[in-house]
């Protein structure tokens, strides 16, 4: 069986875009309104207010996860949507989006924001986005989150790269269900610490409830996106995985409520939101990965199937040909 991908990476490739720009259905300024569940899609500007209220409405989100370009070149990459640019214009363009996102949040909810760091540039711009986000004062730091990918980038020369940040804000006092928490697993894996109950020394695992482990903030369960992954979306770069998403939508949301992505790619928030019966608003500034994620909806409606694994989301045609 082949299972070289059969699109190339998107964002690397010019001539490939221009082959697919005529199958998407949405222009720039044009939303896409899904008509089982009123999902969004939008060929959007997450830095422009108005763009941003043409996603919404006058709808509040509960939950906002955000998973914006990390300013950093990975793989030796340096393209329009996975480049590097001076970090106070980085900065300047997350404080728009960023306030845009807190504008159509309600009274109590949640704010996500995956982001990383340049080991080789000072860390940037993890340190520079906190720092950052200490001026939006209607927003609370809840949590640091690290994600531990199980397949990392490699070097000789220093640690293997294999985790990423998530940051977690709070705006009032929003839910945070507990039970969604939990990892598949097995708390016998795991120890703790230990104290007195009720007269008896018992461990972390001993104490609780469950027969599995809280993820904590440091989630060690989750497998990086690759090629041989159903959910993997061929010519996505980076994708982030669905467990992940459905982890933060099942804790900081309940059923039916509006979750909020203004970074769509590869469409994983709007399928997760679809998964945990919730509703997705969400958009890209590329034609192209919008189309991919009203596709992605589409076919796991269709097919049950959480992505493409190696295929060609365009079947229109064939990219080797």
């Known amino acids: 069986m082949d299972t070289k991908e059969k699109l190339a990476r ?21 939303v ?12 959007l500007d997450a ?12 709808k509040k989100a509960s939950l906002i996860v955000n998973d914006p370009p990390y300013n950093i070149i990975l793989s030796n990459a340096n393209t329009k949507n996975l ?8 900065i300047d363009f997350s404080k728009k989006w960023v306030s845009n996102a807190v504008d159509i949040m309600d009274m109590d909810a949640s704010f996500y924001v995956w982001l990383g760091a340049d080991q080789n540039e000072g860390f940037q711009p993890l340190p520079d986005f906190m720092i950052m986000m200490r ?6 730091s809840k949590s640091f989150i690290t994600m531990r990918n199980q397949r990392g980038y490699g070097t000789q020369k220093n640690w293997m790269a294999i985790r990423q940040e998530l940051l977690y804000y709070i705006k009032g006092n929003p839910i945070f269900n507990i039970e969604a928490e939990y990892t598949d697993i ?41 090629y041989r992954m159903q959910e993997n979306i061929a010519g996505c770069y980076a994708q982030k995985p669905i467990k992940s998403i459905e982890r933060i939508i099942k804790a900081s949301s309940n059923e039916n409520n509006i979750v909020v992505d203004l970074f769509s790619h590869s469409g994983t928030t709007l399928l997760a939101s679809e998964k945990s019966n919730r ?25 049950g199937k959480t992505g493409w694994q190696w295929n060609n989301p365009f079947h229109e045609f064939d990219n080797r040909d």
């Not at 964002?11 to 697919?20: G, H, I, S, W």
């Not at 500034?285 to 097919?303: C, V, W, Y």
Request: aromatic content about 12%; charged content about 30%.
């Open 47 to 58: 830095t422009n207010k108005d763009d941003v209220l043409k996603l919404v409405g006058d």
């Open 83 to 90: 480049g590097k640019i001076n970090i106070a214009k980085y």
């Open 32 to 43: 896409w309104e899904d008509p089982i569940r009123g999902h969004r899609v939008g060929v």
């Open 279 to 303: 509703i997705c608003f969400t958009m890209d500034f590329d034609p192209i990965f919008a189309e991919l994620t009203i596709r992605r909806l589409e076919n796991f409606r269709n097919t």
């Open 135 to 140: 001026d939006f004062y209607l927003l609370k």
């Open 186 to 226: 097995p708390k016998i894996l795991k120890g703790g610490y230990y104290k007195e109950v009720n007269g008896k020394i018992m461990d972390t695992t001993q104490r609780s409830k469950s027969d599995y482990i809280r993820a904590g903030n440091v989630w060690v369960d989750i497998q990086q996106v690759f």
């Open 10 to 30: 998107i964002d690397f490739n010019q001539t490939l875009k221009e082959k697919l720009l005529p199958h998407c259905r949405l222009n720039l300024g044009e």
